[in-house]
C-alpha cells in the first residue's frame, strides 16, 4: 500500500496537508475508510514517513539495470 497515492499527496506534504487530504479521500470515498486511516497514520509517524518515502520515491532503476561489466 502506497499511502502517498491513497490520499494523492507528496512526499513533501505537512501534516495539516495530509490531515486535508485524509478528509477529501474520505468524502470522495475513493478507498475505504480503514485504508485512508492507515495512510493517515502512517504518515503521520515521523519514522515511518521516512521509511515510507525511501521505499515509494528512491529511484531503483539503475540497480535493476544489467551490468555491463563480463
Known amino acids: 500500500m502506497n499511502p502517498f497515492k491513497i490520499l494523492d ?3 513533501d506534504a505537512e501534516p495539516a496537508e495530509v490531515m486535508r487530504a485524509a478528509a477529501q479521500a474520505l468524502r470522495e470515498r475513493r ?3 480503514r485504508e ?12 515511518q514517513r521516512a521509511v515510507l ?3 515509494h520515491f528512491t529511484d531503483t532503476a539503475p540497480l535493476l539495470r544489467p551490468s555491463d561489466e563480463s
Open 53 to 55: 518515502v525511501f521505499l
Open 31 to 33: 478507498h475505504s475508510a
Open 36 to 47: 485512508i486511516a492507515a495512510a493517515r497514520q502512517m504518515l503521520m509517524e515521523p519514522e
Open 9 to 11: 499527496v507528496g512526499q
